[in-house]
């Protein structure tokens, strides 16, 4: 079997976008990652922002946003707009051939409206597909594709889509082509044992540890969802995970959680 060429997507929380110089030195770091590669990031602190300077009230349930239509054109406007035609034009200066996308551009990441659930989330969508034969073509012609957490239902409508879940179901779609590295950036250091303490970072996390800590409720709240997408991207062919601050880009940097199956 023919060894398939390296792909690295990074997803990138809002806390990094929301800092000016923290966002200038991350992106010099993901420029410098050698071969194929993907960013996919949120922003939701500058929607939140963005939203209140227009008199519209950013809504939450259990720390979900709930997109209604005046919401979801913030949403469109600031992952699709700002945030993402800045990111990639700081791509561009750092040689980095960056092409910002939607899920609606190139019907690369089509989205069905949620149903059933408990609430009503409104315009929010769950990934049903990844156009990934068009995302190799891309790659292979040397682009750096930036994704923003905004889908389409493939009828019209733009749907506001959890960048984690974006970031997962690339991963795995991908993984038909290249071999993925996964890594999640945030502001902690990786995986805690103790959230009071920075430093308690959980090195090598397998399903078996998590399932026993998360029992324990070591592991709790926001980061359950990211790690059941971890552990359902592994199980679907992606090669490895990776969780930790903007600093494990770094090549010399060893301290953060490495998620195996």
Do not use: W
């Amino acid at each position: 079997m023919e060894n398939k060429p390296q792909l690295t997507i990074v997803k990138i929380g809002g806390n990094v976008i929301d800092n000016e110089s923290a966002l200038k030195a991350f992106l010099s770091d993901f420029a410098a990652i050698e071969g194929y590669k993907i960013l996919v990031h949120g922003g939701g602190k500058i929607a939140t922002k963005t939203a209140e300077g227009l008199g519209i009230a950013a809504v939450f349930h259990e720390g979900r946003r709930i997109t209604d239509k005046p919401m979801l054109d913030v949403a469109v406007m600031t992952y699709a707009g700002l945030i993402n035609k800045d990111i990639t034009a700081q791509l561009q200066a750092l040689q980095n051939n960056a092409m910002g996308f939607t899920g609606a551009d190139g019907n690369l990441i089509l989205s069905e409206k949620r149903k059933n659930a408990a609430v009503d989330f409104g315009f929010v969508g769950d990934v049903v597909a990844v156009n990934a034969a068009l995302i190799q073509v891309l790659l292979l012609q040397n682009v750096v594709p930036v994704f923003c957490a905004i889908t389409h239902d493939g009828a019209g409508q733009l749907l506001n889509t959890n960048a984690d879940t974006i970031a997962s179901t690339l991963a795995v779609a991908c993984s038909n082509y290249f071999d993925v590295n996964l890594l999640y950036c945030f502001e902690k250091k990786g995986v805690l044992m103790d959230a009071e303490d920075e430093e308690s970072v959980i090195k090598n996390l397998t399903f078996e540890a998590y399932q026993q800590l998360r029992e324990q409720k070591v592991i709790h709240s926001g980061m359950l969802p990211k790690l059941e997408n971890c552990f359902n991207a592994l199980q679907q062919g992606v090669s490895k995970i990776g969780i930790g601050s903007p600093e494990m880009l770094k090549k010399n940097n060893s301290i953060f959680t490495l998620v195996t199956a």
